[in-house]
T-cell receptor, first 117, second 114 residues
């Protein structure tokens, strides 16, 4: 069965520190998609990244980077030089392609990141 | 402005009193979904729709109904709400399936069932 685990419930860092949010997933499918979403204190959910299972290249977008490792079933998210505006709940999510499941999205329980000034 | 809107934003009701939470998008998106967010459980998908008159169950559909009579609207119906449906609800839409296209979320509806 598919599952997404975000073991870190809360992380607190001081501004300018680097921080990595862990995401471990379980799936029996060979084709699947992984996502990260951000939920700032205002409550809305914002899409950050989508990655398919055949693309293991790491991705960098400004201060954000993602490390996808199929060998460990992980899709970790790193924020470099964190800022107070990065304070939010971050969700990792999984969607599987087989059995018509691409419209089903399984979320992890989220990691609350608090960046202190 | 491209957006997903939900109404109401806050609702307090009593057990058994039917209610509808509306969701509307102005981006001509095909796909729409409903999620609920609960502490310690993250977000869970309730229902999704791939187009008008095409809907399917997510992970937690029990106690909910949806309809998709028009492309822009995807209301969530609670025929007989119970306290365990107290939650924060999000509607979302995407042009195609979200494995291909970005999913946009509404602002959320906080529902309390007494």
């Amino acid at each position: 069965a598919q599952k997404v685990t975000q073991a870190q419930t809360e992380i607190s860092v001081v501004e300018k520190e680097d921080v990595t949010l862990d995401c471990v997933y379980e799936t029996r499918d060979t084709t699947y998609y992984l996502f990260w979403y951000k939920q700032p204190p205002s409550g809305e959910l914002v899409f950050l990244i989508r990655r398919n299972s055949f693309d293991e290249q790491n991705e960098i977008s400004g201060r954000y980077s993602w490390n996808f490792q199929k060998s460990t079933s992980s899709f970790n998210f790193t924020i470099t030089a964190s800022q107070v505006v990065d304070s939010a709940v971050y969700f990792c999510a999984l969607s599987e392609e087989e059995r018509g499941a691409t419209n089903k999205l399984i979320f992890g329980t989220g990691t609350l990141l608090a960046v202190q000034p | 402005e491209a957006q997903v809107t939900q109404n109401p934003r806050y609702l307090i009701t009593v057990t058994g009193k039917k209610l509808t939470v509306t969701c509307s998008q102005n981006m001509n998106h095909e796909y729409m979904s409903w999620y609920r967010q609960d502490p310690g459980l993250g977000l869970r998908q309730i229902y999704y729709s791939m187009n008008v008159e095409v809907t399917d169950k997510g992970d937690v559909p029990e106690g909910y109904k949806v309809s998709r009579k028009e492309k822009r609207n995807f209301p969530l119906i609670l025929e007989s709400p119970s306290p365990n449906q107290t939650s924060l609800y999000f509607c979302a839409s995407s042009l195609g399936g979200f494995t291909e296209d970005t999913q946009y979320f509404g602002p959320g509806t906080r529902l309390t069932v007494l």
